[in-house]
């Protein structure tokens, strides 16, 4: 996958549109984008199928979202870490979309789910995670959507040291020691995740950064939507570090260590410079 954007400008810049202009997105945009969706990939190696789909012809609905007719789904069959490929997609195409100068909301729970799983065709074996709007941001956000994100504290985000840590879960690990892991690190604070819980954990042990999940939503028949937060919050950190000009790969090397509660490991990253 040829990622052809601003990573770290187009995180920085990026938080959830669910107010619309109202006006249909430029072909140009409309192709890069259907372009891109074909070539997404992840590296957990889960096939992803992307859709754009028309509002007005799926009778697709949202009560969050005002002035957008073009949503992008996604669906994936149940095989092992679907979440997270699927997490690590979506958010790839959304980043993407973000650099066009587009707006997304990825949306789990306010959607009518029963359109968008008939417009993807969805199969017993497959699932829908999510979906979102596609269009360009409002110039003034809806007062249902300042009020929500006031409720959530969209703006928010745990502070660094609290969410990554040095060696093991005791010691919260400072930007200046996270060396070559730092911006990447940065990155995945800065990600969305359902209701704004952010439930990513790191520990960096040397040349490796051990992920893990504090859970605080149930699973439900979609599975657990944490782990599309984890699947999201990995492609801020690879995508990151590629651009950084780093190599690394992702291994499953849980160093079980003692862990907080509803702490769960994830994956690993080994850096290879
Ligand atoms: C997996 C996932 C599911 C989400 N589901 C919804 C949803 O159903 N409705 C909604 O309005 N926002 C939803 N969101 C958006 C989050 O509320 C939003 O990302 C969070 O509040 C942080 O705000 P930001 O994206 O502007 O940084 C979801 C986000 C993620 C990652």
Not at 27 to 37: K, M, N
Not at 199 to 228: C, N
Request: glycine content about 6%.
């Amino acid at each position: 996958m040829n990622i052809n954007f601003d990573v770290t400008k187009t995180i920085k810049g990026r938080k959830s549109v669910r107010t619309f202009d109202g006006n249909r997105i430029k072909e140009s945009d409309r192709s890069a984008l259907e372009s891109f969706i074909e070539k997404v990939s992840n590296p957990f190696d889960v096939p992803v199928e992307f859709r754009l789909l028309d509002a007005s012809r799926y009778d697709l609905k949202s009560p969050v979202v005002l002035g957008s007719d073009l949503y992008l789904a996604g669906k994936v069959k149940r095989c092992k870490n679907f979440e997270l490929g699927f997490g690590y997609s979506f958010e790839t195409a959304c980043l993407y979309a973000h650099s066009l100068g587009l707006g997304t909301v990825i949306l789990a729970a306010t959607l009518k789910r029963s359109s968008f799983e008939k417009a993807m065709d969805l199969c017993e074996d497959e699932v829908m995670p999510t979906a979102s709007p596609i269009g360009y941001p409002a110039q003034k956000q809806s007062l249902r959507e300042s009020l929500m994100r006031k409720s959530l504290n969209a703006d928010d985000r745990i502070a660094f040291e609290k969410l990554f840590f040095d060696g093991n879960f005791d010691t919260g690990l400072k930007v200046e020691n996270a060396r070559e892991f730092a911006v990447a690190l940065d990155m995945v604070r800065l990600a969305p995740s359902a209701t704004n819980k952010q439930p990513w954990r790191a520990v960096v042990d040397k040349d490796t950064v051990h992920f893990y999940e504090m859970k605080s939503i149930k699973d439900s028949s979609l599975g657990d939507i944490q782990k599309v937060d984890m699947g999201i919050a990995l492609a801020h950190f690879d995508l990151t570090m590629q651009t950084e000009g780093y190599s690394g790969k992702f291994i499953e090397s849980d160093p079980g260590i003692k862990l907080p509660k509803n702490v769960h490991y994830i994956i690993s990253y080994k850096s290879v410079n």
